[in-house]
């Protein structure tokens, strides 16, 4: 099975997209994934949710800006190597 | 990497040395380096490798100072002043390509860390590839510490390292390639393309154990390497799925594969449940016991599960 680096490469940057365009209060908010309902007891224990909370909001917040590049980059390349 | 920054007038000479390194790296995998060096290797972490590059590279210069030599037809190595000159240069380049080389690597990781997997000698690779192969005689499987730290693998033999999943990856495409000509069906980028699948499959992998163990707030040791560490152990069952294959025949394969799906897998179960399941002594001491126990030993479970299916997709299609 064909498997090179560069399929990987376009399977990571899809899947960082996909988390990235998640919007806060459109969609996140409504089905109850948002920042302000993450926060359970103290302590211990966060629970799955919680963390897969954590996980999409800090993914949001630290790729936003070196998406814009490498998006730019990929749409470049692409129009010009096809 | 770094024999990429010689000078371009001792090209040949090294690309001369390249080759006989690659054979005796991927042809001694039963054997590990030589003892007193590997102890200076580790042990002298101050100098941060440049003891370590020092003595790969005298080899080299003692042969090739020895091969113009005898180009030149004189006993004595630098009579010619134009080559003494050029050799200066070239190891003056060669060392600011070798100091650039070391500051960009030990800015992304940690070269003390990626050291102590590759402190291994010969007896531990030997009992560590029998373990891998037969570990039900095996009593103890619990990681000895000292004084907080891990002990190096040369100390303890069931401590993860990397120099038997590198050298079995190199092995395991070499072998790719061997079983591929035999039914002729070689051709140089089949090579590649295996050993960027492989490879695909290892960093899926450890990306997904990485989300499962921070998802389920598993707070153990295993860093990114020991989790590469225990990926890579399977390509020893590959290679011996695929040598049996082409020795005996499709039957041999799938025997061969049961065998070592059973091992490998009862190695993961019981390597990874003394790491994942005894960190839940320091963890949450109160609520939420019951279900964490069982959790956690989902993720070793299907962390052992998928080990054949990956071993059995990567290498059914070599063995016809």
């Known amino acids: ?70 998006n730019s980059v990929c749409i470049v390349l692409l129009l010009l190597f096809g | 990497m770094s024999l990429f920054y010689f000078g371009s007038s001792r090209q040949q000479q090294f690309e001369m040395d390249l080759p006989h390194q690659g054979y005796r790296a991927s042809k001694q995998r039963g054997r590990g380096p030589p003892t007193g060096g590997e102890s200076m290797l580790f042990d002298d972490t101050s100098t941060s490798g440049m003891s370590t590059q020092g003595s790969y590279y005298t080899p080299g210069y003692n042969m090739a100072g020895t091969s113009t030599g005898m180009q030149g037809g004189v006993n004595n190595l630098f009579a010619d002043p134009m080559a003494n000159a050029a050799v200066m240069y070239g190891s003056s380049l060669a060392n600011q390509g070798k100091d650039m080389v070391n500051k960009e690597i030990s800015r992304y990781m940690s070269v003390n860390k990626l050291k102590y997997f590759f402190a291994v000698d010969t007896r531990y690779v030997l009992k560590k590839l029998m373990i891998l192969m037969f570990p039900y005689t095996h009593q103890d499987w619990e990681v000895r510490y000292h004084r907080d730290t891990p002990l190096t693998p040369k100390q303890d033999v069931n401590a993860p390292d990397l120099y038997i999943p590198a050298m079995a990856f190199i092995t395991y495409i070499l072998l790719a390639g061997m079983a591929l000509g035999i039914q002729k069906r070689f051709s140089p980028e089949v090579l590649g393309l295996c050993a960027s699948t492989a490879l695909g499959w290892m960093v899926i992998e450890v990306l997904v154990m990485l989300l499962g163990l921070y998802l389920l707030t598993v707070h153990s040791d295993l860093s990114t390497f020991d989790l590469l560490a225990y990926s890579g152990y399977k390509y020893v069952g590959m290679i011996f799925s695929v040598l049996c294959g082409l020795l005996f025949g499709s039957d041999g394969y799938f025997v061969a594969l049961a065998w070592s799906s059973c091992a490998l897998m009862f190695f993961i179960v019981r390597s990874l449940k003394m790491k994942i399941l005894t960190s839940l002594a320091s963890d949450s001491m109160s609520t939420g016991s019951g279900a964490k126990p069982q959790v956690r030993m989902y993720i070793t479970v299907a962390t052992a599960i998928f080990q054949p299916l990956i071993i059995y997709w990567l290498t059914s299609h070599l063995v016809r």
């Not at chain 1, 498997?3 to 399977?11: D, E, P, V």
């Not at chain 1, 365009?21 to 007891?41: C, K, M, P, T």
């Open chain 1, 1 to 70: 099975m064909g498997f090179t680096l560069y399929t990987l490469l376009q399977a990571a940057i899809l899947c960082v997209n996909s988390v990235a365009v998640l919007h806060e209060e459109r969609f996140l908010s409504r089905i109850g994934w948002g920042v302000d309902q993450g926060v359970g007891g103290f302590g211990d224990e966060p629970g799955i949710k919680a963390q897969l909370m954590n996980l999409i909001r800090s993914v949001r917040t630290v790729m936003r800006v070196p998406l814009i590049a490498v």
